[in-house]
């Protein structure tokens, strides 16, 4: 993955990025891929980790970048460490402390730091009350009511997620630099408001919940599909998603929504392994063994919906925006194969969906859905009706849909064109490829 941002406290030091660094002597290359492994892996842990440490959202960035520039100098001689991810945290520590001992409020922030700095007696600290994942936490504290619900998906997104502001901009479908200035905005609020990085409690934390589902699916969905690169899924963030939707429903047992974002996460990563094929190729529903389908995600997926839907009952609530979308993946999970999917089930849920939580994706969805039922005719005129609209210009799968149902009624130039056009928008490789090969 590309490099992460530098906080606009940053002191001019050059963004470490470890795709193009270069450690001298010898090892230089292994631990050069050791650091890119850990950049994109451990990086989010790692400033949520010193976030909860420091207290300042920047000042960890900073001393997490630090920490990835002594790897770089010195697992080439020394050797990659069992464990890299340890070995970044305990190395920003030593930095931080050094760092408040040079600071002439010396005193009283060593305190903020209280036992957990106390590395040295390697002892793992004492479990926290409230919500024991950094992660989790920095959701959390970054979906702060403070910030507009657009900063805070985005500096989470950002800085939990580890995604690229490329990746949020695709994922929320705005430029780069809108996305750029609100992950700016949000950090400078959370500076001059000296938001603390602290776990809310009661009706403060539900308040907060809305932005949180929705970082944590976004999460979900740029591990799932990947925006950009030669992967098609990034296994990691699919993992990350899963963990925190989990974590979520257990710290939220009376939220339904939040039941019903691990039933979705559940049963759409039950499918992870059989959406590649060797070599990274791209297998498409229709396509996908169902054999290797996850049959235990599955069964949690559907106990997660099931909860949910007696949640909703008991308080006499609609179905949600997860849970209906849950009860979509559901019915897929339900299918023996492709050809017995009950998408007029699909279509029905789809038009509730588009109804109740109206949005030009929603529409393009209930489009293929529709398709399935009446025809590629009727899903067409659907899917024009948005392309009218203007508002998914830039997004490849409304081209991609497009062309998929020009093909289906022989109109193949047209089809052609819609294909190629999907493929010049999307900057993943894999993707790319799929779709140059429907063009030719």
């Given at each position: 993955?590309?490099?992460?941002?530098?906080?606009?406290?940053?002191?001019?030091?050059?963004?470490?990025?470890?795709e193009?660094?270069?450690?001298?002597?010898?090892?230089?290359?292994?631990a050069?891929?050791?650091?890119?492994?850990?950049?994109?892996?451990?990086?989010?842990?790692?400033?949520a980790?010193?976030?909860?440490?420091?207290?300042?959202?920047?000042?960890?960035?900073?001393l997490?970048?630090?920490?990835?520039?002594?790897?770089?100098?010195?697992?080439?001689?020394?050797?990659?460490?069992p464990?890299?991810?340890?070995?970044l945290?305990?190395?920003?520590?030593?930095?931080?402390?050094?760092?408040?001992?040079?600071?002439?409020?010396f005193?009283?922030?060593?305190?903020?730091l209280?036992r957990?700095?106390?590395?040295?007696a390697?002892?793992?600290?004492?479990?926290?009350?409230?919500?024991a994942?950094?992660?989790?936490?920095?959701i959390f504290?970054a979906?702060?009511?403070?910030?507009?619900?657009?900063?805070?998906?985005?500096?989470?997104?950002?800085?939990?997620?580890?995604?690229?502001t490329?990746?949020?901009?695709?994922a929320?479908?705005?430029?780069e630099?809108?996305?750029a200035?609100?992950?700016?905005?949000a950090k400078?609020?959370?500076?001059?408001?000296?938001?603390?990085?602290?776990?809310?409690?009661?009706?403060?934390?539900?308040?907060r919940?809305?932005?949180?589902?929705?970082?944590?699916?976004?999460?979900?969905?740029?591990?799932?599909t990947?925006?950009?690169?030669e992967?098609?899924?990034?296994?990691?963030?699919?993992?990350?998603?899963l963990?925190?939707?989990r974590?979520?429903?257990?710290?939220?047992?009376q939220?339904?929504?939040?039941h019903?974002?691990?039933?979705?996460?559940?049963?759409q990563?039950?499918r992870?392994?059989?959406r590649?094929a060797?070599?990274?190729?791209?297998?498409?529903?229709p396509?996908?063994?169902?054999?290797?389908?996850?049959?235990l995600?599955?069964?949690?997926g559907?106990?997660?919906?099931?909860?949910a839907?007696?949640?909703n009952r008991?308080?006499?609530?609609?179905?949600?925006?997860?849970?209906l979308?849950?009860a979509?993946?559901?019915v897929?999970?339900?299918?023996?194969?492709?050809?017995?999917?009950?998408?007029?089930?699909i279509a029905?849920?789809?038009?509730?969906?588009?109804?109740?939580?109206?949005?030009?994706?929603?529409e393009?969805?209930?489009?293929?859905?529709?398709?399935?039922v009446h025809?590629?005719?009727?899903?067409?005129?659907?899917?024009?009706?948005?392309?009218?609209?203007?508002?998914?210009?830039?997004y490849?799968?409304l081209?991609?849909?497009?062309?998929?149902l020009?093909s289906r009624?022989g109109?193949d130039?047209?089809?052609?064109?819609?294909?190629?056009?999907?493929?010049?928008?999307?900057?993943?490789?894999?993707?790319?490829?799929?779709?140059?090969?429907?063009?030719?």
């Amino acid at each position: 993955m590309g490099s992460r941002g530098r906080s606009p406290k940053g002191r001019g030091r050059p963004e470490l990025n470890p795709e193009t660094a270069r450690a001298p002597g010898p090892g230089a290359e292994r631990a050069r891929r050791a650091v890119e492994a850990a950049w994109r892996i451990e990086w989010p842990r790692l400033v949520a980790g010193l976030t909860r440490l420091v207290g300042d959202i920047a000042t960890a960035e900073e001393l997490a970048q630090d920490a990835l520039v002594a790897a770089l100098e010195q697992w080439p001689g020394a050797g990659v460490p069992p464990n890299p991810g340890g070995w970044l945290m305990l190395t920003a520590k030593h930095r931080a402390v050094d760092r408040i001992r040079r600071d002439a409020n010396f005193a009283r922030k060593l305190e903020l730091l209280g036992r957990q700095t106390q590395f040295e007696a390697a002892e793992p600290s004492a479990p926290e009350p409230g919500i024991a994942d950094d992660l989790l936490r920095m959701i959390f504290t970054a979906c702060h009511p403070v910030l507009t619900p657009p900063a805070r998906a985005a500096l989470t997104l950002r800085m939990v997620g580890g995604l690229t502001t490329t990746e949020i901009a695709r994922a929320y479908l705005v430029p780069e630099s809108t996305v750029a200035q609100r992950i700016v905005r949000a950090k400078r609020t959370i500076a001059a408001k000296r938001i603390p990085y602290e776990v809310p409690e009661g009706a403060e934390l539900t308040a907060r919940l809305d932005s949180v589902l929705e970082v944590v699916y976004l999460i979900f969905n740029e591990g799932y599909t990947a925006t950009s690169g030669e992967r098609w899924v990034r296994a990691e963030l699919c993992e990350d998603a899963l963990r925190l939707a989990r974590t979520l429903a257990a710290l939220l047992p009376q939220e339904p929504e939040a039941h019903a974002l691990a039933a979705l996460i559940e049963l759409q990563a039950s499918r992870t392994t059989a959406r590649s094929a060797a070599g990274n190729g791209l297998v498409l529903l229709p396509d996908q063994d169902r054999s290797h389908w996850n049959r235990l995600y599955i069964q949690r997926g559907f106990a997660a919906l099931a909860r949910a839907h007696t949640l909703n009952r008991t308080h006499a609530r609609e179905p949600g925006r997860y849970a209906l979308q849950a009860a979509i993946a559901a019915v897929h999970a339900m299918a023996p194969s492709a050809e017995e999917t009950d998408w007029r089930r699909i279509a029905g849920l789809y038009a509730m969906l588009a109804q109740r939580f109206p949005s030009p994706v929603v529409e393009l969805n209930r489009a293929v859905a529709v398709a399935m039922v009446h025809g590629p005719a009727a899903g067409l005129e659907l899917a024009d009706a948005v392309a009218a609209t203007g508002t998914l210009d830039d997004y490849h799968l409304l081209h991609a849909v497009r062309g998929d149902l020009l093909s289906r009624l022989g109109r193949d130039a047209e089809a052609r064109t819609a294909f190629r056009r999907a493929a010049e928008l999307t900057a993943n490789e894999t993707e790319r490829e799929m779709l140059l090969a429907r063009a030719r």
